[in-house]
């Protein structure tokens, strides 16, 4: 879990071009453009660090953080206890609707807050602001994800 940390952290400052696009090298990778791209960086930092999510609607991963809820939902992948490199998804309103999805990084030991990594973010607009940073959330805001191909290595 350390080289997901590792690799997702390296991307830190990393902005879609031309502002206000969707346009990124991971959006290249996975082979869409022009789309909301939190979902397809987490995609691309497990595949880099050699933990391929599989297909979860796409080849390469997921976009789609309700899809990507769904299935981990199925998959039993669910946890309450997240590890660093752990995905965590984002519902902002609490209407059971995903928003948003990051790298867990750390517990910040205040019992309300976590760091993570997220691609697609600002200050402005949590959920499609156009760069990778890492941002200080809110427990109250998040589901977490163990994937089970982190244990298989």
Not at 73 to 93: A, R, Y
Request: glycine content about 10%; some cysteine.
């Amino acid at each position: 879990m350390n080289k997901i940390v590792e690799i997702a952290r390296r991307e830190i400052g990393v902005t879609e071009a031309p502002p206000n696009s969707n346009q990124t090298k991971y959006g290249a990778w996975f082979g869409m453009q022009n789309v909301a791209w939190c979902g397809i960086f987490v995609s691309w930092v497990y595949d880099q660090a050699k933990f391929n999510l599989g297909n979860m609607g796409y080849r390469r991963g997921f976009a789609g953080c309700q899809t990507a809820y769904n299935l981990f939902l199925s998959k039993n992948e669910i946890t309450t206890h997240p590890q660093p490199g752990d995905i965590v998804l984002f519902d902002w309103n609490a209407d059971h609707r995903f928003d948003h999805t990051g790298i867990f990084i750390k517990d910040n030991g205040d019992n309300k807050t976590f760091t993570s990594v997220e691609g697609n973010t600002s200050y402005k607009n949590d959920s499609n602001g156009g760069a990778v940073m890492e941002r200080i959330r809110n427990y109250s805001t998040a589901t977490f994800v163990h994937p089970k191909v982190l244990d298989k290595k």
